[in-house]
T-cell receptor, first 113, second 111 residues
Framework: DSGVTQTPKHLITATGQRVTLRCSPR?????VYWYQQSLDQGLQFLIQ???????AKGNILERFSAQQFPDLHSELNLSSLELGDSALYFC????????????FGSGTQLSVL | GESVGLHLPTLSVQEGDNSIINCAYS??????FIWYKQESGKGPQFIID???NMDKRQGQRVTVLLNKTVKHLSLQIAATQPGDSAVYFC??????????WGAGTKLIIKP
């Protein structure tokens, strides 16, 4: 168990809908990272937060947004969903946010039908 | 641009033999490299890392080798066990301090 908690584990929704994925980092970790993993794309970095502030952005679509709350949990919001958004979404956390050793959650499997 | 590539998408190894997973990187200025293991249905798990001022680093049954001359990274797993079956990812610290991930190598253990 990495100590990173992601909910829900599975999510099935329809095109055009909006969903929210939630992540609780390991106790003491200040930074949260979101990744998308699909079969043909590998692990794609989406966005990173450190102590409530956005620190880095990767290949995150404008339809996607995220935030980190004062209690350090994070939410990834995906809107106007498309079939191609179906993927495994991982959250990871680290202490200092310098991309040192990351601890990953078990992921949320999103299926857009 | 920066990229990290893996030589083989799938590697089959006899149980008890040593496994070697290779990775090429393109940014000669990268100074940090890391290996993760992802078992089926789980998130990636840190295995071992290495900084560019080192050529070799050893962990428990794993060794990472870094050849900066040819920009090559390898992960060696000694006495491979069934529990080593997973997808292995190498990652490189890019110029914006974000990790650049390879596509992954699936390690299959033959009994």
């Amino acid at each position: 168990d990495s100590g990173v908690t992601q909910t829900p584990k599975h999510l099935i929704t329809a095109t055009g809908q909006r969903v929210t994925l939630r992540c609780s980092p390991r106790s003491g970790d200040l930074s949260v990272y979101w990744y998308q993993q699909s079969l043909d794309q590998g692990l794609q970095f989406l966005i990173q937060y450190y102590n409530g502030e956005e620190r880095a952005k990767g290949n995150i679509l404008e339809r996607f947004s995220a935030q980190q709350f004062p209690d350090l949990h994070s939410e990834l919001n995906l809107s106007s969903l498309e079939l191609g958004d179906s993927a495994l979404y991982f959250c990871a956390s680290s202490k200092q946010g310098a991309n040192e050793k990351l601890f990953f959650g078990s992921g949320t499997q999103l299926s857009v039908l | 641009g920066e990229s990290v590539g893996l030589h083989l998408p799938t590697l089959s190894v006899q149980e008890g033999d040593n496994s070697i997973i290779n990775c090429a990187y393109s940014n000669s200025a990268s100074d940090y490299f890391i290996w993760y293991k992802q078992e089926s249905g789980k998130g990636p798990q840190f295995i071992i890392d290495i900084r560019s001022n080192m050529d070799k680093r050893q962990g428990q049954r794993v060794t990472v080798l870094l050849n900066k001359t040819v920009k090559h990274l390898s992960l060696q797993i000694a006495a491979t066990q069934p529990g080593d079956s997973a997808v292995y990812f190498c990652a490189e610290m890019g110029s914006n301090y974000q990790l650049i991930w390879g596509a992954g190598t699936k390690l299959i253990i033959k009994p």
